[in-house]
């Protein structure tokens, strides 16, 4: 019979600190052993809480001030799902605007104030595209919420669009991707076929060094996406990708990639 | 005179924030935001770090509160795991992988705490007894113990530190959280006491 994991391993893995062959010798165990699971589950449980022997100290409240603002830029992306599942109703009047073109409005007017910082000689698309923001402005609080959020970004200098190519293979596609390193801000947008049964969009940063960033999971259900996104600091985009992963997300791709798009 | 206002469950406001309710994120920020942002303070040495992954903690579970399973363990054990793995994450580089950076932190199982933790006295008795606790263990098993909780040291590298043989090191920890076992199952028994 194979003899039970040293006493004190429990608390020393539960801490981090159990390294090496030893640690790995006890993983193999606690699979097969339900006592020393359940010293270490009871371990576990101890060590998470040393956390409250820090000395107390409040954080400013700046930190809560810009958490608010940035949850407010973001919103809960199940609150987006609930609100794209009434949008139909809410539409009912405007029956041609459908979210699909909803998106690809919100991907032109994107477009249209890029082209305007830039100063594109092409005055007449310029109007055209700048009448489509209006448009989209005028329509719905929704685009003219994600209007706010893309005028964050292309109102500094910095901002760059990246735009998404679809990969030999998949299903029909286009995105693009607006990207300013020195803010973190991502704004996203793209119409897509749907995800296949189970399955979720999902959209990476690929940094220059390290692995690639989840940046956010598509209703596997709705695949024409708005949403804007942070890059961790520090971090150096080398590309930007979607990858159809199973539902929900991965923390790290596992699916085929359906859009690549490289920085620069 | 006026009844005591009934305090939200987390769950609920988990609920909330899954509906796109700011005001619950705001309570649940309230809630733990204290406790959080000492232990990160620690560990970080470095309040402008603490604020960043204290803010990241709470944007994460902005994004993806339907993810999170009560039924694995309860918020604020959960945060406090997560945001000490992404604090020594921080401090020690994302090549030490011991914590968790890249696994799905929701699905992390933190089993249920002694305790209740969601209650503000609670918590607050929870802390004394455990900073009580920590002050009277021998200054070498506290050292220990500390060095793998809030510095992320391995054994091998306490025992590099602090010159003790391996089999040393890990005795220190193993009474120092025998001790600790003390001081927690006693929450729990005065815990159930009360109810």
New interface residues.
Partial sequence: MERHA???DP??YA??????EEKQAFEAHVRTCSACARDL????????????????????P???E???R???A???????R??EAVRPERLRGFAWLTPAFGVATVFFATLAALIWMKDVRDNRRIDELQSQLALAQSRTVEIAKAAEETDELVGVPGTMQVALAQQLGSAAGRAGVLYNSRMGMVMYAGQMAPAPEGKSYQLWVVPST??PISL?VFSATDSNVAMSA?VP?GTVAKAFAVTVEPR?G???PTGPKVLVGAVG | MTAPMQRVPDLALVEGIMAGDEGALAALYDRYAGMLYAMLVRILRDTSAAEEVLQDLFLQLWRGASRFDASRGSLPTWLLVIGRNRALSRLRGREHREFLQDRDEFAIETVPSPGNLEDEASRAQLMERLKGALETLPPEQKEALELAYFEGMTQTEIAARTGAPLGTVKSRVRAAMQSLKQCFDDGTTRQSGRS
Avoid: F, I, Y
């Fill in positions: 040293n006493p004190e608390d020393l801490l981090g600190a159990l390294d090496g589950k009871t371990a576990q449980q101890r060590v998470a809480l040393l956390g409250l022997a820090a000395p107390a100290v409040a954080p400013p700046s930190v809560k810009s958490l608010m940035r949850a407010r973001e919103r809960a992306p199940e609150a987006v609930r609100q390290g692995a956010g942070h600091q929900g991965m923390p790290q």
